[in-house]
Nanobody, 120 residues
Framework: VQLQASGGGAVQAGGSLILSCAAS????????MGWYRQAPGKQRELVAT???????NYADSVKGRFTISRDAAKKTVYLQMNSLKPEDTAVYYC???????????????WGQGTQVTVSS
């Protein structure tokens, strides 16, 4: 099982980016999916998650600016980021709870991370 994230880049404050993360491999099912970020010198923090029933949850710092969504058929989670601020600068990681063939129960899988840089 692999998670492949894409869509990061450099933008000016107020700009927008959309991140994508696609799961692949011997997947039986996917439960929650989400995005986390880690800024230099800081701990990794939750940005947004979405359940298999499409219920989202957001960190207070991104509410009203970011939107998480998923496409079950494509096994992909998205993060639309609007009104970006310099403090959003970080490496963004996707995570998914996946039931894979041959393994017992759902396990957490992480993508490789994608850099988002917001300049003032």
């Amino acid at each position: 099982v692999q998670l492949q994230a894409s869509g990061g880049g450099a933008v000016q404050a107020g700009g927008s980016l959309i991140l994508s993360c696609a799961a692949s491999g011997t997947i039986v099912g996917i439960d929650a999916m989400g995005w986390y970020r880690q800024a230099p010198g800081k701990q990794r923090e939750l940005v947004a998650t979405i359940t298999s029933g499409n219920t989202p949850n957001y960190a207070d710092s991104v509410k009203g600016r970011f939107t998480i969504s998923r496409d079950a058929a494509k096994k992909t989670v998205y993060l639309q980021m609007n009104s970006l601020k310099p403090e959003d600068t970080a490496v963004y990681y996707c995570k998914a709870d996946i039931l894979a063939i041959g393994l017992y129960g759902y396990n957490d899988y992480w993508g490789q991370g994608t850099q988002v840089t917001v300049s003032s």
